[in-house]
């Protein structure tokens, strides 16, 4: 069983900044994790994820702003948040699935279905 446990959500203002971590237990095999995000209702939706060699993918509206990145020897997933905005706004996410191009040059999916394992999230608030 895989389990995923978000940290370090908070309240900051525009323009600033936030890292988020997620400590993955239980993964074996190819896969990849996730970072998804959902504002109050709306859809959940695909932010950044990143394969076994470190391929990343991103959503257009964070390019440039957010990073995603992993220490595999600790089992933890990152995602650094830079110039936020109030749009960014959410309960954030990360996400286990299973993969078997890591390595390739497919970039792993955004799609929050194609992902198995959830972590319970944790709250990002930006202000104005």
């Known amino acids: 069983q895989v389990h995923l446990a978000e940290s370090g959500g908070g309240s900051v203002q525009s323009g600033g900044s936030l890292r988020l971590s997620c400590r993955l237990r239980?993964?074996?095999?190819?896969?990849?994790l996730g970072w998804f995000r959902q504002p109050p209702g709306q859809e959940r939706e695909g932010v950044a994820a990143?394969?076994?060699?470190?391929?990343?993918s991103y959503a257009d509206s964070v390019k440039g702003r957010f990073a995603i990145s992993q220490d595999n020897a600790e089992d933890m997933l990152y995602l650094q948040m830079d110039n936020l905005k109030p749009e960014d706004t959410a309960m954030y996410y990360c996400a286990h699935a299973v993969w078997e191009y890591g390595g390739g040059n497919i970039p792993p999916p955004l799609r929050p279905d194609e992902y198995n394992y959830w972590g319970q999230g944790t709250q990002v608030t930006v202000s104005s």
């Open positions: 239980g993964a074996y095999g190819g896969y990849c």
């Open positions: 990143i394969d076994s060699d470190n391929l990343p």
